[in-house]
T-cell receptor, first 113, second 114 residues
Framework: AQSVTQPDIHITVSEGASLELRCNYSYGATPYLFWYVQSPGQGLQLLLKYFSGDTLVQGIKGFEPEFKRSQSSFNLRKPSVHWSDAAEYFC???????????FGTGTRLKVLA | EAQVTQNPRYLITVTGKKLTVTCSQN?????MSWYRQDPGLGLRQIYYSMNVEVTDKGDVPEGYKVSRKEKRNFPLILESPSPNQTSLYFC?????????????FGPGTRLLVL
């Protein structure tokens, strides 16, 4: 079955510390991979999009992707977190064949001053 | 300004009273979709549409209807709402091409069914 797993429900980091947001997926076809961010009370906004290693939309806010095909993981890293990064982050997969999307359950990031 | 708008933003209703949540986009996008967001479950796709008069079920379509009579509008209809449809609903739109395009999300509609 197709699925997206974000193993960390909550993450708390200090401002200036590094951050890793984890995402694992199970998908039959070669998927498109997305990271979206949702600030409190807002809709979702795209951070990154990735497909088969040859199309990458550079993320906003300094986030960097880490794609490991062998581990079916699509993690997100940021070297130095800012207080404004506090939000909820969603990983998602989709295919151009079905145009259906599956989202993970989200990781809520808290940033300590 | 390019945007996806949803109305209403907040809605309290009672079980069984039909309601419609409207969604409109001004970006000439072919693809539109509805999601519901619930704590611990993330976003789940309800219905999507790839063009006018073309709609298809997502993962959780039960209890919902949609229509796509115009390219810019994609209303979500709850014919007989039940308390388990209390949720935060998002509409999204994107271009439709050979590759999956970025989805643009509306601000959300928070629905409470009593």
């Amino acid at each position: 079955a197709q699925s997206v797993t974000q193993p960390d429900i909550h993450i708390t980091v200090s401002e200036g510390a590094s951050l890793e947001l984890r995402c694992n997926y199970s998908y039959g076809a070669t998927p498109y991979l997305f990271w979206y961010v949702q600030s409190p009370g807002q809709g979702l906004q795209l951070l990154l999009k990735y497909f088969s290693g040859d199309t990458l939309v550079q993320g906003i806010k300094g986030f960097e992707p880490e794609f490991k095909r062998s581990q079916s993981s699509f993690n997100l890293r940021k070297p130095s977190v800012h207080w404004s990064d506090a939000a909820e982050y969603f990983c998602a997969v989709g295919t151009s064949g079905t145009y259906k999307y599956i989202f993970g359950t989200g990781t809520r990031l808290k940033v300590l001053a | 300004e390019a945007q996806v708008t949803q109305n209403p933003r907040y809605l309290i209703t009672v079980t069984g009273k039909k309601l419609t949540v409207t969604c409109s986009q001004n970006m000439n996008h072919e693809y539109m979709s509805w999601y519901r967001q619930d704590p611990g479950l993330g976003l789940r796709q309800i219905y999507y549409s790839m063009n006018v008069e073309v709609t298809d079920k997502g993962d959780v379509p039960e209890g919902y209807k949609v229509s796509r009579k115009e390219k810019r509008n994609f209303p979500l209809i709850l014919e007989s709402p039940s308390p388990n449809q209390t949720s935060l609903y998002f509409c999204a739109s994107s271009l439709l091409g050979r590759v999956l395009e970025t989805q643009y999300f509306g601000p959300g509609t928070r629905l409470l069914v009593l």
